[in-house]
């Protein structure tokens, strides 16, 4: 196997990882602000599931990132021009989750499908350098294209439906992802050998 970064000894958080997850935390700090506003000491049952609703796909895309970087990551200059574009999204998410987000949830889905759709890039490429897993980066990466391409078709279809064709894409891309997972571990390919 060649140089994965997550399997070196001594490995240390490189400063990329440390800027990902800063950024993702300023994200959902903006999420967790929706939770700040109550009346009378209590909180809106439907601002709960607003924040629930916005923080799923926020915690796919660094889940889903964060995944192939614990099996993949060789710290080389593709992984961090990904990385790059998929914090500058997150930005763009974050800036448009507060007061204008029902009259920009289109931009917001886009950013997330244009997240996803990296990821599955990184997946595609990674299977060049790592030929011992070539099924398992293949397989990963169209299953996230197909659940992201649900997500996108959502842009699609008025209010309601938009919402539930969105989630759909999400939850057939992590069922899809942790039934695949879970299938290829017993044949111990899901997580590369040192």
């Known amino acids: 196997m060649h140089n994965i ?9 490189t400063w990329l990882e440390a800027f990902f997850d800063l950024i993702f935390a300023v994200t959902i700090a903006d999420v967790t602000h929706i939770l700040s506003h109550t009346r009378e000491g209590h909180l809106d049952p ?10 799923i796909p926020l ?6 990132h964060t995944m192939y970087a614990n099996r993949f990551d060789a710290d080389d200059r593709k992984h961090r021009l990904a990385t790059l ?7 763009i998410i974050s800036g448009l989750i507060d007061r204008r987000f029902l009259a920009s949830v289109e931009a917001i889905i886009v950013c997330y499908v244009g997240s996803k759709y990296i990821v ?5 490429v990674s299977k060049d350098r790592h030929k011992e ?26 209010a309601p439906q938009r919402y539930v064709v969105f989630y759909l894409g999400i939850l057939f891309d992590l069922i899809v992802f942790i039934f695949f997972c879970r299938v290829v571990s017993r044949s111990s390919q899901c997580i590369p050998s040192t």
């Not at 439907?46 to 923080?55: E, S, T």
């Open 59 to 64: 915690w796919w895309i660094w889940a889903s």
């Open 120 to 124: 599955a890039m990184m997946y595609f």
């Open 133 to 158: 897993s070539e099924a398992l980066t293949t397989a990963v990466g169209w299953v996230i294209v197909a659940g992201t391409t649900i997500s996108l078709a959502s842009i699609l279809f008025p």
């Open 5 to 13: 970064k997550y399997f070196e000894s001594n490995r240390h958080t």
């Open 85 to 91: 574009f998929i914090m500058f999204l997150l930005i």
């Open 46 to 55: 439907l601002q709960f599931w607003k924040f629930v609703l916005i923080f």
